[in-house]
């Protein structure tokens, strides 16, 4: 406690002596689920909002002992379940409540790629292979223009950005904490050719974001009020974090996404109806399918054909559930199981059960396969 507040006092030192994503890092450090209070943000209005269907059995469910303590050891602050469309479990902790706005990271990139089924149904974009560059004039140079809307849903733009979660000076921290996205993206150059690797980077959505919003010919979060959380009737407004306040701010779209576990839980129920939302299809079916198609595309970092991505979503087609997930840093789900008309929503502050685990990227035991294999016990 004394250590942070030293830190603030320091903040308008730091400010001044090095570039405000170092200082934010710096006072920060590991980014939060509540970081919608420390960050500009831009609200995703709701219109009328619609209530999800809950079973009247649903406040006296019980869960077995072992998942509440697991749930409880990970910092989970929202566990939503639903079965058949209506919700048959719902628990909060932490002070938090079905209308408290958390960040649900990663699981923002699928979100990303409904926005973009969305603009290619309304003919907004005429296709996945049309160059980005169309949209977005900074791109139209060699190497860059060759990057399609296909290869930045695939993480195959093949720039030379690269992840690195620990420090404060790397892209990184710069994307998150920094006030200038259109900079970073601005400095890319291309490393491999597009389509042809697939890396996880957090880079493509927010390229793809950049082209979309010109295409669409409006900003990231009207967009989605206008054509998803008003159509699926959110109930509560989310907020967007952006990189600067103002009209000129760009939504941090491959993260930061604030909202609830009941209104992610409609994006599972989208996907689920194969992008119908009670007789309206918001998002062309083939576009979904597609979505949840692994890409085969060969793997940078494991050197063989990927087939656990499709466009910004997980697959996890291998499993005997054949579920698919929107994920998130510190285990944020959207989880479908179709077979089983399942879906549950996770929200939390950590996804490791040991302490020396965080970094690593294969943990003993999965917090997914932990909440999943429970979910289909009780429900299944």
């Given at each position: 406690?004394?250590n942070?507040l030293?830190?603030?006092?320091?903040?308008?030192?730091?400010?001044a002596?090095c570039?405000i994503y170092?200082?934010?890092?710096?006072?920060?450090?590991?980014p939060?689920i509540?970081?919608n209070?420390?960050?500009?943000?831009?609200k995703v209005?709701t219109?009328?909002?619609l209530?999800?269907?809950?079973?009247p059995n649903?406040?006296?469910?019980?869960?077995?002992?072992?998942l509440?303590?697991?749930l409880?050891?990970?910092?989970?602050?929202a566990?939503l379940?639903?079965?058949?469309?209506?919700v048959?479990?719902?628990?909060y902790?932490r002070?938090y409540?079905?209308?408290?706005?958390?960040?649900?990271f990663?699981?923002?990139?699928?979100?990303?790629?409904?926005l973009?089924g969305i603009?290619?149904?309304?003919?907004?974009?005429?296709?996945?292979?049309e160059?980005?560059?169309d949209?977005y004039?900074?791109?139209?140079?060699d190497?860059?223009?060759?990057?399609?809307?296909?290869n930045?849903?695939?993480?195959s733009?093949?720039v030379?950005?690269?992840d690195?979660?620990?420090s404060?000076?790397?892209?990184?921290?710069?994307i998150?904490y920094?006030?200038?996205?259109?900079?970073?993206?601005?400095?890319?150059s291309i490393?491999k050719?597009?389509?042809?690797?697939f890396?996880?980077?957090?880079?493509?959505?927010e390229?793809?974001t950049?082209?979309?919003?010109?295409?669409v010919g409006m900003?990231m979060?009207d967009y989605?009020?206008e054509k998803?959380?008003?159509?699926?009737?959110a109930?509560?407004?989310?907020q967007?974090?952006?990189?600067?306040?103002g009209d000129n701010g760009?939504e941090?779209?491959y993260?930061c996404?604030?909202?609830d576990?009941?209104?992610?839980?409609?994006?599972g129920?989208l996907?689920?109806?194969s992008?119908?939302w009670n007789?309206?299809q918001i998002?062309?079916s083939?576009?979904?399918k597609?979505?949840l198609?692994p890409h085969?595309?060969l793997?940078?970092?494991?050197?063989?054909i990927?087939?656990?991505n499709?466009?910004l979503?997980?697959?996890?087609?291998?499993?005997?559930?054949?579920?698919f997930?929107a994920?998130?840093?510190?285990g944020?789900?959207?989880?479908v199981?179709?077979?089983?008309h399942?879906i549950?929503?996770?929200l939390?502050?950590?996804?490791?059960?040991?302490?020396?685990?965080r970094?690593?990227?294969?943990?003993t035991?999965?917090?997914?396969?932990i909440?999943?294999?429970?979910?289909?016990?009780?429900?299944?």
């Open positions: 406690m004394k942070r030293l830190i603030l006092l320091l903040l308008p030192v730091l400010l002596g570039k170092v200082a934010r890092s710096i006072v920060y450090n590991d939060g509540n970081d209070k420390i960050m500009p943000v831009r209005k219109g009328k909002p209530a999800l269907c809950t079973s649903c406040s006296t469910c019980v869960i077995p002992d072992s509440k303590r697991v409880k050891k990970t910092g989970t602050v566990f379940v639903i079965k058949n469309d209506t048959v479990y719902e628990s902790a002070g409540s079905d209308s408290s706005l958390t960040n649900p990663s699981v923002t990139k699928s979100i990303v790629s409904v973009t603009a290619l149904k309304e003919g907004k974009i005429k296709s996945l292979d160059p980005v560059c949209y004039a900074p791109y139209q140079k190497g860059l223009n060759k990057i399609t809307f296909k930045l849903l695939c993480m733009s093949g030379n950005y690269h690195s979660y620990l404060p000076f790397g892209q990184t921290a710069q998150y920094g006030n200038d996205v259109r900079k970073l993206i601005n400095s890319f490393e050719q597009p389509g042809t690797v890396r996880y980077k957090n880079c493509d959505p390229i793809l950049i082209a979309l919003q010109n295409a900003n979060s989605a009020s998803l959380w008003k159509p699926i009737g109930e509560h407004e989310a967007w974090i952006v990189d600067r306040p760009i941090k779209s993260c996404f604030h909202t576990a009941r209104d992610l839980a409609r994006i129920m996907y689920e109806h992008g119908n007789g309206q998002v062309d083939s576009y979904v597609a979505s198609t085969h595309l793997s940078e970092e494991e050197g063989k990927t087939n656990n499709g466009y979503w997980w697959i996890r087609g291998g499993d005997p559930a054949k579920d997930s994920d998130g840093l510190k944020q789900y959207i989880s199981l179709p077979e089983k399942l549950f929503v996770r939390g502050k950590r996804d490791w059960l040991k302490r020396n685990e970094f690593k990227k294969h943990k035991k999965s917090l997914y396969n909440i999943k294999n429970n979910v289909i016990a009780i429900w299944g």
